[in-house]
């Protein structure tokens, strides 16, 4: 119990801080993107874009690599540059470049922040992490579970071995739908980036739809029963 009021607090905790921008676009790239990479040079010009011609706040999980480049692009350029930043246990990875900021302790509740209201998710390359932040963002959208919103792949050379991969193993084998793949956009045009999020509708949140979201209070009506009936059972 103590774990999921946690839990619940860091996700009213994030959901208030991002209800304070209610118009961002969502940096999802490596940590590992060093200064001189073309892609953190490209990460920071295109975040300072969309602060300067789209008054668009720049989120980010606030720490080094693509993320620090766009939350630098922002912060230069005199906008909102934010970060939703984790706690590990060795290290704090957080940048510089963040003019506010919100903590947590949990990766999954720090995700479920960082793509509840975007106007638009900008993937740059990345490793294990970016790719599954691209899949799940993918996922909801594709199943309708948060309403469509642009995804935006930057790296042509990067992104494109992936959507081979899609086509030749999971469209052969009807995993998915030819339609699945207009879900996204690969293109390294910056004017292209600018005028798809431009075109996308503001979001302001998730509208709670009671209907789809209820939980029974009642657990017996599910066949589960408390931990200490299992114990009894197994002679705990």
Same mark, same amino acid.
């Given at each position: 119990?103590?774990?999921?009021?946690?839990?619940?607090?860091?996700?009213?905790?994030?959901?208030?801080?991002?209800?304070?921008?209610?118009?961002?676009?969502?940096?999802?790239?490596? &940590?590992?993107?060093?200064?001189?990479?073309?892609?953190?040079?490209? &990460?920071?010009?295109?975040?300072?874009?969309?602060?300067?011609?789209?008054?668009?706040?720049?989120?980010?999980?606030?720490?080094?690599?693509?993320?620090? &480049?766009?939350?630098?692009?922002?912060?230069?350029?005199?906008?909102?540059?934010?970060?939703?930043?984790?706690?590990?246990?060795?290290?704090?990875?957080?940048?510089?470049?963040?003019?506010?900021?919100?903590?947590?302790?949990?990766?999954?509740?720090?995700?479920?922040?960082?793509?509840?209201?975007?106007?638009?998710?900008?993937?740059?390359?990345?490793?294990?992490?970016?790719?599954?932040?691209?899949?799940?963002?993918?996922?909801?959208?594709?199943?309708?579970?948060?309403?469509?919103?642009?995804?935006?792949?930057?790296?042509?050379?990067?992104?494109?071995?992936?959507?081979?991969?899609?086509?030749?193993?999971?469209?052969?084998?009807?995993?998915?739908?030819?339609?699945?793949?207009?879900?996204?956009?690969?293109?390294?045009?910056?004017?292209?980036?600018?005028?798809?999020?431009?075109? &996308?509708?503001?979001?302001?949140?998730?509208?709670?739809?009671?209907?789809?979201?209820?939980?029974?209070?009642?657990?017996?009506?599910?066949?589960?029963?408390?931990?200490?009936?299992?114990?009894?059972?197994?002679?705990?």
């Amino acid at each position: 119990m103590k774990r999921v009021t946690f839990i619940s607090k860091e996700f009213t905790n994030g959901f208030e801080f991002i209800r304070n921008y209610p118009r961002s676009v969502t940096f999802f790239g490596s &940590a590992r993107t060093k200064e001189d990479d073309p892609y953190y040079k490209k &990460a920071m010009g295109l975040a300072g874009q969309i602060v300067k011609e789209l008054h668009y706040s720049v989120i980010t999980g606030g720490g080094p690599g693509i993320m620090e &480049a766009a939350n630098r692009g922002a912060f230069e350029a005199g906008g909102n540059s934010l970060g939703l930043t984790i706690e590990l246990p060795h290290e704090q990875l957080t940048n510089k470049y963040l003019t506010d900021k919100e903590d947590f302790h949990y990766f999954f509740s720090r995700k479920v922040c960082l793509s509840f209201s975007a106007e638009a998710y900008v993937f740059f390359p990345g490793g294990f992490g970016t790719l599954d932040e691209f899949l799940e963002i993918l996922t909801l959208i594709q199943t309708n579970k948060i309403p469509k919103a642009p995804i935006i792949l930057v790296g042509v050379s990067f992104w494109t071995p992936l959507e081979k991969f899609f086509r030749a193993v999971l469209l052969e084998n009807k995993s998915i739908e030819e339609k699945d793949l207009s879900l996204y956009t690969i293109t390294d045009n910056e004017t292209e980036i600018l005028k798809i999020i431009k075109a &996308a509708p503001i979001r302001l949140g998730l509208k709670y739809d009671e209907n789809l979201e209820k939980v029974e209070d009642d657990s017996s009506e599910n066949g589960h029963e408390p931990l200490s009936g299992l114990f009894k059972k197994i002679g705990w």
